[in-house]
C-alpha cells in the first residue's frame, strides 16, 4: 500500500501521514478527505522530502476516505504556497486554505435548482408577496439568494413556490462562460504606447518571466497598453490575472474589457455567491477561464494554465492584507509569475517606492509611458494656504475653491472633492460636560453618519443610534460634531450651490458592484455636478468633463506620522489630481494645506515627482527603512488585557541579541484596543540581508501562550496600529 503526506487543514497541527486505498490514484497536489480523530478533514498530498513529519509505523496509518474531484494543484502553486508560508511566517495550511476558497467547487459538476417568477398570481396576495414579486422581476437564483435579493424570509418565498408563482429551474453550476476575443475591437495605439505593449507581448510569447514596472501618468493609456499583452495571452490559450484594489473600481474595468473583447472577464472577490464562487473556481482550475479580475484573493487560485500577471494601481495598500496570512499581493504577484515563468505587469502613474528602487536595480524592467494619451495635458496644480485664506467660520472650503466650484458648476464641467473621511464628522463631543463617543471595543472616536443617523466604528463594525441627550451629563441638544467627513462636506457645497446635483462617492455609499456601476453611468452621463469622495475616486476612474479637482485637507495623511504617510499622501493627491483634464478641457487641482512648505505639497505644487522620491529615498535610507532596511512586527493580542501583557513581555523576554537586527517593544500598539481584544506590539528592524524570518521562528517557537492569546506575525508591515 502507498502512504502519502498531507497538509491537513488544522493550522495547529503540522503534516500527517496516510495510506492511500488501491483503487485511489493519488498524486502530489491531489486535494482528499482524511480521517482525523471521530473527524474528517480536507488534506493536499505533498512531496514528502519538503516537509519534515513524523514518521508513523506503516501499520498505523489511517486510509484517506475520499480524492476530491477537482485537477492536482500544480508544483507551481505548490511552491508558492511555501514561499508565502515561509516568507510570511503563516502556517502552510492557512496558506492552502487560501487556494481551495471555495467549498462547494470541491464537489463534483453538478446542477442546481433556481427559481424565476412564471408570470401567475398568487391565490391570495399580501403585502410581502407584492414586494417580493416586484423585487424578484428578471431575477433567477437560489431561494436564499432571491430572500435576500428581495429583504424578505424564505418562508415567504417557499410559500410563492408552493402557489406556483416562482418555478424552479435546473442548471448546470458550471455552465460556460462567453468567450473573450483576442481581436474584438482593436485600438490604434500611439508610438509610445505600441513600444511598451509589444515589448510585454514578445515575452508573453516567449513564456519568460520578466517583472516589468509599468510607469505612466494619470491618462497615458496603461488599461489599453496592457489589454495588447492580455489579447497575445488569449491568442497563445493562456490565462490571466489581472489584480485590481477595489471592486468599485471593477465596474469601470469591466465595461472598458467588454468593449475591447467582446465579453466580460470573470470577477473574483470576496462578495461572490457560493455559486458564482464555485462556477469561477471550476473554470479557473480547469482552464476555461480566460480572464480573472480580482482583489487580492484571486492570486492564489489554481489557475490551469497562467500566461500573465496584471498588477494595476500596483502601489495601493489595499493589497496588503491585514489579517489572516498577512502577505502583499503585490509582491506575491511577482513571486508567482517567477515560479510559473511568465511576465508579470506593475502598472501605476505612482510607484511604490519599492518598486521604483527594484526598477533602478534593475531587478524589474521599467517601462514609461511618459504623457497623456490623446493630447491631454496634465492638471496645473496650485495650493491654498489656509493660513493665509482660511474658509468662512464653520466651513471647510476656503474661498478660491468656492470661486472654482462655481466656475464649473455654471461652465457645465463637473468637480471632485477629495477627502479621505467617510461620514459626517470623524468625532462627537458634549458641549456641556466634554464627553467623547467611544468604541468599546476599540482605541478609536465613534464616526457621525448623518445619512443613516448613526455613530459607526470604521474598526470594528460597532453602531449606534445618536442620541438627543449626553449619555454622561444628561444635557439635551448638547453635541457637537467635531471635523468634516465627506458627508458633511456635501452639506456645504449644497449651501453654495443650491442647483448642483452632488454625489458623495465612498465605500458606505458605493458598497456593492451595481451601485458602483450606477455611480459611474451617473458621472459619464453628466447627471453628477460635483463628486465628494474619499479614497476611493482618487482612481480608475475615467470623466472627461471633469476639469476641477479639490483637495479639502491635504495634512490630513501626514499626521499619522508612520514610515509610508509621506509617500501615501503624495501618492493619494497625484492620483485624485490625475481625474482632473482627461479629456479635451485642461484640468485644475487645487490643494487645501497649511504647511505648503513640506516637502510632499511643494513637490506636487511643482509638479516634481522626482524630486519627492529623491528626497524620500535618503529619508528611508536614513531611517533603515524599506528598501533599505526591513521591519518586521509582532502584535500580541487577547481579550484579557493581563494575559496580553503577560506574553508580551514573555516575548520581550526572551529577545534574541543580535547585532545589526533592533528590536523595540513590546509597547501598547496605538490601537491598544481593537475589536475587543487588547494589543501589545514589538518591532523589529533590520538590514536589508538579515533573515528576519528564521530569527521571528526560532524566538516565537520556544514559547507557549495560554489558549486566549494570538501571536502574529506582520513581514514589511502597512500598518502601524
Ligand atoms: P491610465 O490608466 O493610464 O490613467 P487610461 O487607461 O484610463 O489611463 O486611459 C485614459 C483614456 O484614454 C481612456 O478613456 C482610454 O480609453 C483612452 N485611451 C488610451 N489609449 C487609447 C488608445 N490607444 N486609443 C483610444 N483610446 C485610448
Ligand atoms: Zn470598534
Redesign the pocket.
Known sequence: MKRVRLIIFNAALGPLDYSVPDDMAVEYGSVVVAPLGPRQIIGIVWEEDRLPGESVAASKLRPIFELLPIPPLRAELRRLIEWTADYYCAPLAAVARMVLSSGGAMRGPTTMTEYRLSGSEPARMTPQRAVAMDALQGEQATIRELAELASVSDGVLRGLVNQGVLEPVEVNIDRAYPKAQADYDE????DD?NTVASRIVDVVEAREFVPFLLD??????????YFEPVAAALRGNRQVLVLLPEIALTEAFLK?FESRFGAAPIVWHSSLKSTERRRAWRAIASGEAQVVVGARSALFLPYASLGLIIV?EAHEISFKQDEGVRYNARDVAVMRARFEKIPVVL?S?TPALESLQMAESGVYERLE?PS???G?TLPAITTLNLTQSPPERGRWLAPELVEALQDRLTKNEQSLLFLNRRGYAPLTLCRHCGHRFECPNCTAWLVEHRFTSRLACHHCGYDAVLPDACPDCGEADSLVACGPGVERIADEVKEILPEARIAVATSDTLNTPEKAAEFVAQAEGKAIDVIVGTQLVTK?F?F?DLTLVGVVDADLGLEGGDLRAAERTYQQIAQVA?RAG?GSKPGEVLIQTRHPEASVIAALEAGDRDAFYAAETEARRGAGAPPFGRWAAIIVSSEDENEAKEAARAIGGTRPNIRDVMILGPAPAPMALLRGRYRYRLLINARRSAQVQDIIRKWLDTLDFPRGVRVSVDIDPYSFV
Open positions: 485600438p490604434q495605439l500611439s504606447q505612466g501618468v494619470t491618462g497615458s493609456g496603461k488599461t489599453e497598453t472598458r494595476d502598472a502613474a509611458l497623456r494619451f490623446g491631454a480608475g475615467h472627461p490625475g482627461r
